[in-house]
Nanobody
């Protein structure tokens, strides 16, 4: 049984910072990749950042402002968001591709709201 639990969202003023956390609970899996997506009202869900064992990937809109990191011992992924802008306002979803037995599965967190005021 695997679950992704997110935390760290909230309300912040423009230029402020937030740190999102996501932990994969359970056992019997290994992490292939973890990342963050976001979805604003009226928009489709978009990739913000992702991390594997050796590489990271960022959306152009967040490069230089956001940093994704991973703690293998805790099966967790983090997103440090600095210099936040109102256009960053969205629901942020943790995403993970986990290897269970002989197959890879995709999991989603419940989402956490990030609101940036101007």
């Amino acid at each position: 049984q695997v679950n992704l639990v997110e935390s760290g969202g909230g309300l912040v003023q423009s230029g402020g910072s937030l740190r999102l956390s996501c932990a994969a609970s359970g056992s019997g899996f290994t992490i292939a990749t973890m990342g963050w997506y976001r979805q604003a009202p009226g928009n489709q869900r978009e990739l913000v950042a992702a991390i594997t064992s050796g590489t990271t990937n960022y959306a152009d809109s967040v490069k230089g402002r956001f940093t994704i990191s991973r703690d293998n011992a805790k099966n967790a992924v983090y997103l440090q968001m600095n210099s936040l802008k109102p256009e960053d306002t969205a629901v942020y979803y943790c995403n993970a591709h986990l290897v269970v037995s002989v197959r890879k599965y995709e999991y989603w967190g419940q989402g956490t709201q990030v609101t940036v005021s101007s």
